[in-house]
């Protein structure tokens, strides 16, 4: 038995119908939908570093442990975290969990570390980063219980079976927003964006025209042949001089003048992401100053966390195929435990909640059925680890002609929906709604999950619902009520 035999044995290629080149352009699909978080994450949580209690603002530079970091060194050691603690989520989701999903810092989860947690509620980000490791902790003692497979088996059906066409909804938006063919709006808070004035919006709206007749001739690699053509069109056409530098290509790659860009900041990188652990560590000693802040704090990160991949997972397994009648994924423990073995060794080198990626979807598409397709992601973000800034070179609009592409194919997931029976139509169109308006998987879930019972209930037919989903209805507005009494200033910290 060859190499490639053997591979596809041990991940159960025929089991699943797949075989290894359909593996291998899924898994490159992937990574090329979410390689973003790799700039974006970094982006982020520097903030959070960089935060000033004192003067509340943003520092150019910061220190840690007795030593000054700029700006750039920061964004750089974080860049490294981001790829570590992907891969070793990635890897547990590859060999333990056998599941063709991509993990890494979550968005939305990052920016509620830094602008929710550490900004506004001030909050030091090395405490931050101990209650996320906190949180892992759980996440793996639950799920090793099977406790967290429990609880999002009491999600009601409709909401099981709307999750995908909500993240569908939300991916579609989030993505025509990026590449600008959605713009903000005072009168209407949103309208169609001016393809004659943005030259961003003019070449994402010909990479995804592109991308869109090429995946309905069915032609597999659709996706990375668009976003890598319509990157490569967006250097060209920098290069040329069409357009100016940081139009269509990322900001500081490449500069006319002193024609400096990637090659001087790949001689540059800042490797060395000791001095995250150590804020860690120093984060593990705060706990004591406060324990009731801690634990509140903790409790935020585990209610966003626990509800937001569990949306996601049930919405990426929909597109593949692994739900059951019941709309639950086998041994579904198993992926969870990924995302919380990755959130449990981010934490400690460094960066905020891991999670199962939406954009898993775009390499579901492309075929991908085995932990083989999550494990050629591991192997880029590895590869990655020689070129971070490199990484920067992959315009962001590109990324997210992916976005838009398998939004549309999520929507799918309408049909499995009985929209006859109110108590269906109802929390699943609430479901599908609040996702993309909140930008938020967890509220899309929590309105589907509250709204179920009372409807139930309302229609006279109580006894569908178990007492489990009137805890966790009631769960989530505990939740909301603490939520919205820290945001209103009700609760200081």
Partial sequence: MGAFDRIGAYFGFDEHDTDLRTELIAGVTTFLAMAYIIVVNPTILSQAILWDHEAGEFQSETTINGTVYGQGDVIQMLAVVTILASIAAILVMAFYANRPFGLAPGMGLNAFFTFTVVVILGVPWQLALAAVFVEGIIFIALTAVGARRYIIELFPEPVKFSVGAGIGVFLLFLGLQEIELVVPYDATL???????????????????????????????????????????????????????????????????????????????????????????VDGLGMITDD????????????????????????????????????????????????????????????TSTVTTFIESSAGLEEGGRTGFTALVVGGLFGLALLIV????????????????????????????????????????GLTITIMPLTTSIANGLAAGIISYPLLKAAMGEQRDVSLGQWILAFAFIVYFVVYFAVEAGMVVF
């Fill in 190 to 280: 949103v309208t169609l964006g001016n393809v004659l004035e943005s030259p961003v919006a003019a070449l994402s709206l010909a990479g995804l025209v592109l991308t869109l007749l090429l995946y309905a001739r069915g032609l597999r690699g659709s996706i990375i042949i668009g976003i890598v053509t319509t990157a490569v069109a967006g250097w060209a056409l920098t290069l040329a001089g069409v357009v100016g530098p940081d139009v269509l290509t990322p900001e500081g790659s490449y500069d006319e003048v002193t024609n400096e860009g990637l090659g001087s900041m790949i001689a540059s990188v800042q490797y060395d992401f000791t001095p995250l652990f150590w804020g860690f």
């Fill in 291 to 350: 324990p009731l802040v801690f634990a509140l704090v903790v409790f935020t990160f585990f209610f966003v966390d626990f509800f937001d991949t569990a949306g996601t997972l049930i919405g990426v397994s929909q597109i593949g195929g692994f739900l059951d009648e019941q709309g639950d994924l086998p041994e579904i423990e198993k992926p969870l435990m990924a995302d919380a073995v990755g959130t449990t060794f981010g934490a400690m080198i460094g």
């Fill in 389 to 428: 800034p490199l990484m920067q070179a992959i315009p962001q609009y590109a990324t997210y002609l992916a976005l838009v592409v398998v939004g549309i194919i999520m929507l799918q997931g309408v049909t499995d929906i009985d929209w006859q029976d109110p108590a269906w139509a109802i929390s699943a």
